[in-house]
């Protein structure tokens, strides 16, 4: 069974940064697809970054342009999300998710593994 082992979160003022890290050792696809969700009950997870491994291709929402940062190296299992310039808009809790696939997308319908999620929250 794959599993994704969140870490990383917490609190931080507004203006801060946090960096999530997600442990994706159990799962392997050739060409695969990784990204990072977050979601504040009862609306739906949004997408917030997505990245394909192997050519590095990325992706992101408008509303994280140049603050946040989707990272992966070859060597290493961790998929990373840097946060900067955080915002209280920004508190959620924040999911990594993994499938195989040959584009980025933003779509939670793209992904068939799950991290347990980590709270991210953003005071003023």
């Known amino acids: 069974q794959v599993q994704l082992v969140q870490s990383g979160g917490g609190s931080v003022q507004t203006g801060g940064s946090l960096v999530l890290s997600c442990d994706t050792s159990?799962?392997?696809?050739?060409?695969?697809?990784m990204a990072w969700f977050r979601q504040v009950l009862p609306k739906d997870p949004e997408g917030v970054a997505s990245?394909?491994?192997?050519?590095?291709?990325?992706t992101y929402a408008e509303f994280v342009k140049g603050r946040f940062s989707i990272s992966k190296d070859d060597d290493s299992p961790i998929l990373s999300l840097r946060m900067t310039a955080l915002e209280p808009e920004d508190t959620a809790m924040y999911y990594c998710?993994?499938?195989?696939?040959?584009?980025?997308?933003?779509?939670?319908?793209?992904?068939?593994?799950w991290g347990q999620g980590t709270q991210v929250t953003v005071s003023s």
């Open positions: 159990g799962f392997f696809c050739w060409r695969a697809r």
């Open positions: 998710a993994a499938a195989c696939g040959m584009e980025p997308r933003l779509d939670a319908s793209a992904y068939k593994y």
């Open positions: 990245i394909i491994t192997i050519d590095k291709k990325t």
